[in-house]
Structure formats: structure tokens, C-alpha cells
């Protein structure tokens, strides 16, 4: 069993929160809060993981899914931990957005993101400033990973069977970011 402590917590959302792995640098550990719509999104997350690995999908937008563990918390979810240059956990694009930052940039690598999400029909439940990361690897170069709301939460998964609907979806989502954050066009 694995003994998550309060001085491993890397951040926490409504739904989960997450830990460094106290014995694998290379991993984060994200334990649910209570309540049975918790669960419904983590299986559904892990449901779309799995579809996604299973198409050969590189990983290269997500931190792959490494598998469950026991903690004294409860069940616990590996991932791969994103990390800057200097092994500092990386931090939401909501940090980054309030510091000085060349929106132009920053426009052109969210649109980057974009498009490779939609090349690997990668299902987004949701997308916002706060679960895109910003991993630094030096002065004013990063790449962004989207680190939750992977999935497709309809009722009716329409954008599971037909892939354009999927992209559509896709590119609603990011224009409805890039308007709640400012920047300038859109994908």
C-alpha cells in the first residue's frame, strides 16, 4: 500500500486529487473524492485511455495511464508525471495566463494542441486553462499536455461513431477557450 501524504499533494480538483508518487519520480497518483459521479468520470477517462492506446495513440498531448495502485486514501490512479526541465512539477495554463506571456504564442500552440487532438480523434469532455499544463524545457519553450477531462460525455456518444463530429466538437471547445481567455483568432 502506497502512503499518500499531505506534502505530496500536486493539486486537486473537484473531482480527484493528485499526488506525486512518493517512491516513482516518473508518476502521479490521482485519488477520487467520494460520490458515485466521480467514479462515472474516471471510469469513462480510463475507458477512452485505454481505446486510445489501444489505436496506438503516442501520448505525446497526455501523460499515459500507467495502472491502479492501493493507497491509504483509497484506489489510486497512475499517470505519468509532467515535469519541466528542472524535474519542478508543471504548472496550469491558468498560472501561466497571469504572468506577461506572447499571446500570438501562445494562440499558435494551442492551436498546435488542437490540431494533433483532432489528427488522433482524441475525445474531449472538457477542455480549460486549468487541466493544460505548461511544461517548460527553458526560457519561452514549452509544450502543453492536457492532463484531465479526456472523454466523451454525452449521453448519446454520437462523436464516438462518426470522427468528424468528433473534430467539431473538438475545435467548438477550443474556440469557446480562446474567447474566455483573450486570445486572439481562433483554431
Same mark, same amino acid.
Given at each position: +500500500?502506497?502512503?499518500?501524504?499531505?506534502?505530496? @499533494?500536486?493539486?486537486?480538483?473537484?473531482?480527484?486529487?493528485?499526488?506525486?508518487? *512518493?517512491?516513482?519520480? !516518473?508518476?502521479?497518483?490521482?485519488? &477520487?473524492?467520494?460520490?458515485?459521479?466521480?467514479?462515472?468520470? +474516471?471510469?469513462?477517462? @480510463?475507458?477512452?485511455?485505454?481505446?486510445?492506446?489501444?489505436?496506438?495513440? *503516442?501520448?505525446?498531448? &497526455?501523460?499515459?495511464?500507467?495502472?491502479? !495502485?492501493?493507497? #491509504? &486514501?483509497?484506489?489510486?490512479?497512475?499517470?505519468?508525471?509532467?515535469?519541466?526541465?528542472?524535474?519542478? =512539477?508543471?504548472? *496550469?495554463?491558468?498560472?501561466?495566463?497571469?504572468?506577461?506571456?506572447?499571446?500570438?504564442?501562445? !494562440?499558435?500552440?494551442?492551436?498546435? @494542441?488542437?490540431?494533433?487532438?483532432?489528427?488522433? #480523434?482524441?475525445?474531449?469532455?472538457?477542455?480549460?486553462?486549468?487541466?493544460?499544463?505548461?511544461?517548460?524545457?527553458?526560457?519561452?519553450?514549452?509544450?502543453?499536455?492536457? =492532463?484531465?477531462? =479526456?472523454? #466523451?460525455?454525452?449521453?448519446?456518444?454520437?462523436?464516438?461513431?462518426?470522427? !468528424?463530429?468528433?473534430?467539431?466538437?473538438?475545435?467548438?471547445?477550443?474556440?469557446? +477557450?480562446?474567447?474566455?481567455?483573450?486570445?486572439?483568432?481562433? =483554431?
Amino acid at each position: +500500500m502506497i502512503s499518500l501524504t499531505e506534502e505530496l @499533494l500536486i493539486g486537486e480538483g473537484k473531482d480527484r486529487r493528485c499526488y506525486r508518487h *512518493p517512491s516513482d519520480p !516518473a508518476l502521479c497518483i490521482k485519488v &477520487l473524492r467520494s460520490g458515485w459521479r466521480t467514479k462515472v468520470r +474516471m471510469l469513462r477517462e @480510463l475507458f477512452y485511455y485505454r481505446k486510445l492506446e489501444r489505436q496506438g495513440y *503516442p501520448f505525446e498531448e &497526455l501523460p499515459a495511464y500507467r495502472g491502479i !495502485a492501493q493507497t #491509504n &486514501l483509497g484506489k489510486g490512479y497512475l499517470y505519468e508525471l509532467v515535469v519541466d526541465h528542472d524535474d519542478q =512539477v508543471s504548472q *496550469p495554463l491558468a498560472v501561466l495566463l497571469q504572468k506577461e506571456y506572447d499571446g500570438e504564442q501562445l !494562440a499558435d500552440d494551442l492551436r498546435k @494542441l488542437h490540431d494533433s487532438l483532432v489528427r488522433y #480523434n482524441v475525445p474531449l469532455a472538457d477542455i480549460s486553462r486549468h487541466n493544460i499544463l505548461v511544461q517548460l524545457w527553458g526560457p519561452e519553450k514549452y509544450d502543453l499536455k492536457v =492532463v484531465d477531462g =479526456v472523454g #466523451n460525455s454525452d449521453f448519446i456518444k454520437i462523436a464516438d461513431l462518426v470522427p !468528424a463530429w468528433n473534430r467539431s466538437k473538438i475545435t467548438r471547445k477550443f474556440n469557446r +477557450m480562446f474567447g474566455f481567455i483573450g486570445l486572439p483568432g481562433t =483554431v
